[in-house]
Structure formats: C-alpha cells, structure tokens
C-alpha cells in the first residue's frame, strides 16, 4: 500500500534533538467557495473646485457626503445618489473627473410671458426635480421669472443654474459636456394670463476623456464600472480597460455599464458600434430621470446580484422615473433591442422601471457572424466566478508544490472538487458529463508549469416558457 510524503513547512528534516514537533497547516482549511461581493465604480464630472480631488476614487455612502465631496447637482453627485436609491446596501467608489478644457456648458430657457390675472403656481421641471413659485394676481412677467430664479437658486441639487433677465430665466447646466443635451425640460402654470415657453437643453459640447481615470483604477478591482458617457468614443475607452483588467494576465474581471434615453434606433447603433461581452447597456426612452441616473440605477442593481448565474429580470430600479405610455418600448421593440446587444427597460406593475433582460452589447464576432455566446450579462459573470473559484482554491492549496507525476492528479482532485461546490449552488451543471474533458498535465516545453484544460457548462437562465394548449371537446 503507498503512501504520500509528508512534507513540512517549519520543521526540518535534519532535527536530531528529541521532542514532538507540531506545525499548523492552514492550506486545507478553506473547503467552501469565494464569497461573491460586488464593488461598483462610478466615474462622472465633479464641478469645479469640489473638496474631493479628481481621478482619486473615495467610497462614498449617502447622498449627503456624495454632494459635499463632488458638489451638488454635479454628474458624479447625482449619479452616487441613484446607486444608492437603487441599492442602498450597495459597496460603492466614485471618482471625479474634471470637465474638458475645450467643453461647452449646454443650455436652455423658460420665457414668461403676460400678467396673472389670478393666483396660481408655476412649476418648472429639471429632470426629476420640480421647482415650484407661486403666483398672486397682478404679477408680471419680469417679476415671476425673477422670483423662479431665486427658486433654482435655492434648489442647489439641481444639474443647472439659473438666472432671470427680461422676463427669461436661463438655465446652463453646471457640468460641461453633452450629458446636460439630456436634461428633459418641462413647465406648467395655473396663473391665468401667464404663458411658458421651453427651449430645451442643447449646446452641450466635448465631455472628458475617461481613460486618464480608468487607468487611475486599473489595479483596483472593481466589479461593476459604470459610464455616465453613452458614446462610441467614451464606452470604446470603457471596452478597452475591461479586456485589460480582465485578461487572463490579470484576472480581475468586471463588466461595464452605460444607459440610454433616447430612441431605440440610437440604442441598436451604439450597441453594434460597442459590441463587447462585458458591456451592457439599459434603454429606456421618454424617462425624466437622466440617462446618467438611469445608468446608476442599473449598474447599482447588477452589483445587487451575487448570484453570477441567476438572471436579473424584473428587478427594479428604484428611483428612476417611469416614461409615459405613449414612448414605452412595445413588445416588438423589446425583441428587437434584445436582438440587438441593448437591454430593454420596461415599466411594470406599480409604475416601477425594471429590467426585461440583461444582455450585453456583443452580438457577432470578430468575422461579423453573430454570436450568442455571450448575449446574457450572467454568462460572463459566472465565467468570472468560476475563474476565480479555481484560482483561489489552486493557490491555497498549493503554494510552494513540488511538480512532480503525484501533482497532477492533486490538482484535477481540487478543480473537481471546485466545480462540484458549483454545481450544487446551480452556478456550472453536467460536471460529471464533461469530466472526461477535465485534463491537468504536465507542460511539454516549460518543466515547471501544468496546464489544466477545465469545460465549464454555465447554467443558463429560464427566460423563455412556451406551451401548448390542446383543446379537447
């Protein structure tokens, strides 16, 4: 009967005095799986002068300390305060960025026009925010839109400022960039006599380029890195650090994620221009919260999900604003954002925005033939999990091994073992299927290397039920 050398950390093998010597080896002491806790990273605009330095990420846990380190009404502060709605238990770092030197601030106007000839209120909407100012008969004009500016200014949470000449209250937004191109405008008066005119947000040009602070972030960590910027150029940059912090060099793999509030068309085109398994992006057209928070939201409520392989369908995103009925995605319009690498939004019962389901934005090849391989955001976050379920069970186990005919074996014992805790948290199935195709071996040009060949079938997510009724008479 052979047995295994017993090998010693501590205790040499040349001791000749007489004694019991007992070392504590703690290698075989963690049997379970890695625990699967999310970090998410928002990088967004802080405003000018803001108390937290830019390209330096801080953890951040309330709205409160979001706006005193960025600034209120800033991008980050607004998106930290919809990740945290979103999901209030949430790990989250932000970082600041500055607003591009060449940026233009966009704008836009409320014009009041007339006499009141009766008492009202007039109400003015930024986004999600309602600015409120009553109205007394008599009041003019020049009067109310003076009086609606001192409103803005006392409301400092809001993405804009204002300012009244002439009877015209102005609005710039505080960032630069054309994130505040976004900023959905509405007003209303009960004041008879008094007329609003809107001019939208617009104007808006030239947003910071990103990759100065993702590479600020590289060695970090993070899970979940989410975009304020919808653009080809911005998420390219997002695309291009997540392969990075996420090769097999590195192994420190995250998924990036953005949102959009505009047509379905501009969501299909910005997925097809984006195409990478690790970026998802939520549409949800005609919302009066920012595509910026929206983003949040979605980011926030992915990290939500330990779960690498449960599906994220009909979880809400708290906070976000439910878009009218008249510009909801239709059932068709889903399929086909789906078809499409973008992730429909839709709104359900309760008037609470929630995902339909997540996928990611790559949808062919790099041949131009599509590729379902990895359409569901779950399939490339279970790979991850697996990924570092075995490399922690490998390096705890094995730390300072010997490589000889006896290791091999040892090593293919702990992948099974790790791919056997996965299947029974339903995260990989058939491991017994494919354990023929599980091969740990010896390399034939490096003497101290092994290579391990490990099939993984990820467990896919129920998304589609279909039956068939027979009628029977």
């Known amino acids: 009967m052979g047995s295994a050398n017993v090998s010693f950390d501590t205790v040499p093998a040349s001791v000749r005095k007489p004694g019991k010597y007992l070392e504590f080896n ?45 600034g209120e009404g800033s991008v980050a502060h607004l998106m930290a305060r919809a990740a945290i709605v979103a999901n209030p238990y949430i790990s989250l770092a932000v970082m600041g960025v500055a607003d591009d030197a060449a940026g ?100 808006g040009q030239a947003d910071p380029d990103i990759k100065p602070a993702l590479a600020a972030v590289y060695n970090a960590g993070h899970h979940v890195i989410i975009s304020p910027y919808g653009s080809q150029e911005a998420l390219t940059a997002l695309r291009d650090h997540l392969d990075g912090v996420s090769h097999a060099m590195e192994q420190r793999g995250a998924v990036g994620v953005y949102a959009t509030t505009g047509t379905l068309a501009q969501g299909t085109t910005l997925a097809g221009q984006v195409n990478a398994g690790r970026i998802t992006g939520g549409l949800l057209p005609g919302t009066a919260s920012l595509p910026c928070e929206v983003a949040a939201a979605y980011g926030a409520v992915i990290a939500s999900e330990e779960d690498p392989a449960r599906p994220l369908n009909t979880l809400p995103l708290k906070g976000i604003a439910p878009p009218p009925v008249a510009v909801r995605l239709g059932r068709m319009e889903q399929e086909t954002a789906l078809h499409n690498g973008v992730t429909p939004l839709e709104v359900g019962p309760g008037d609470v925005v929630q995902i339909v389901r997540a996928v990611t934005t790559y949808t062919r090849d790099p041949q131009g033939i599509e590729d379902v391989a990895l359409l569901d955001l779950t399939t490339i976050r279970t790979l991850d999990y697996v990924r570092r379920a075995v490399r922690d069970r490998i390096s705890l186990r094995f730390p300072r091994e010997k490589l000889s005919e006896r290791t091999p074996p040892k090593v293919r014992s702990e992948i099974l073992d790790v791919l056997l805790k996965l299947e029974e948290l339903e995260v990989v199935e058939a491991v017994q299927a494919n354990l023929p195709a599980l091969i740990v071996e010896r390399d034939a040009q490096d003497p101290n290397r092994l290579n391990a060949k490990i099939p993984v079938d990820v467990v896919n997510g129920l998304h589609v039920f279909a039956g068939r009724i027979d009628l029977l008479l």
């Open 26 to 70: 703690t290698r075989l002491a963690v049997r379970t799986l890695p625990a699967n806790a999310q970090r998410v990273l928002i990088v967004a605009q802080a405003l000018p002068g803001a108390s937290q330095p830019v390209l330096q990420p801080v953890d951040v846990f309330s709205d409160v300390e979001a706006r005193a380190l960025f």
């Open 104 to 203: 233009v601030a966009a704008s836009g106007s409320v014009a009041v026009g007339g006499t009141a000839v009766s008492s009202g209120v007039l109400s003015v909407q930024v986004g999600t925010a309602m600015v409120r100012v009553a109205v007394a008969k008599d009041d003019a004009a020049a009067a109310i839109a003076t009086a609606l500016a001192a409103a803005f200014a006392a409301t400092r949470d809001l993405p804009v400022t204002a300012g009244a000449q002439a009877g015209t209250v102005t609005l710039t937004a505080r960032n630069k960039g054309t994130l505040a191109n976004a900023i959905p405008l509405a007003a209303h008066s009960t004041a008879q006599g008094i007329t609003v005119t809107l001019t939208p947000m617009s104007g």
